[in-house]
T-cell receptor, first 114, second 115 residues
Framework: GENVEQHPSTLSVQEGDSAVIKCTYS??????FPWYKQELGKRPQLIIDIRSNVGEKKDQRIAVTLNKTAKHFSLHITETQPEDSAVYFC?????????????FGSGTRLLVRP | NAGVMQNPRHLVRRRGQEARLRCSPM?????VYWYRQLPEEGLKFMVY????????ESGMPKERFSAEFPKEGPSILRIQQVVRGDSAAYFC?????????????FGSGTRLTVV
């Protein structure tokens, strides 16, 4: 079945530096890739997503890139701030009748040091 | 316009007891999805329900777990004879039609602790 691997499991950066989190997926039929941010004890919140017909998407300090050939996608956070500290999850799903079934990565704990 | 409402927020059960988790979808939504998050892990799909129908329960453990979404009232995830391994956060999401893949908005979750 579909599998999503996420690296690194923890990431510590200095405030103002960039952070990059990478995910790979196994099912070439996957075509939707959201990223979620989860603060301690709270719900996962969608921060950005990308579809397979697009190679890159940007929203202020956050960007996601997708390489369909290599089956990997990455989250880039620039000018990191302490409030970016959280656990980040990537996910993937196939389109059509299976689009509701998101397969999540295992998460990256990001710590931004002031 | 309230979002997806889940209750209780925290639930403590002793081993062998039953746990009932409720999910009230957003107004006008008739499709509900349940996910489970074990400690230090990502979310895993459990079940997809439409009003009065289970569409996909492929992620549900075969025993002790059941889900329903009646014509009236919230969706219920029921866990019988809970064990320590059931301790997790349970999140639900909803959509007005079959999910088209534009990003879930999850409820606040129910954190189940089995002691």
């Amino acid at each position: 079945g579909e599998n999503v691997e996420q690296h690194p499991s923890t990431l510590s950066v200095q405030e103002g530096d960039s952070a990059v989190i990478k995910c790979t997926y196994s099912d070439s039929a996957s075509n939707y890739f959201p990223w979620y941010k989860q603060e301690l004890g709270k719900r996962p919140q969608l921060i950005i997503d990308i579809r397979s017909n697009v190679g890159e998407k940007k929203d202020q300090r956050i960007a996601v890139t997708l390489n369909k050939t290599a089956k990997h996608f990455s989250l880039h956070i620039t000018e990191t701030q302490p409030e970016d500290s959280a656990v980040y999850f990537c996910a993937a799903s196939k389109g059509g009748d299976s689009s509701y079934k998101l397969i999540f990565g295992s998460g990256t704990r990001l710590l931004v040091r002031p | 316009n309230a979002g997806v409402m889940q209750n209780p927020r925290h639930l403590v059960r002793r081993r062998g007891q039953e746990a009932r988790l409720r999910c009230s979808p957003m107004k006008g939504h008739s499709h509900v999805y349940w996910y489970r998050q074990l400690p230090e892990e990502g979310l895993k799909f459990m079940v997809y329900l439409q009003k009065e129908n289970i569409i996909d329960e492929s992620g549900m453990p075969k025993e002790r777990f059941s889900a329903e979404f009646p014509k009236e009232g919230p969706s219920i995830l029921r866990i019988q004879q809970v064990v320590r391994g059931d301790s997790a956060a349970y999140f639900c999401a909803s959509s007005p039609d079959k999910f088209l893949g534009y990003g879930y908005t999850f409820g606040s979750g129910t954190r189940l602790t089995v002691v």
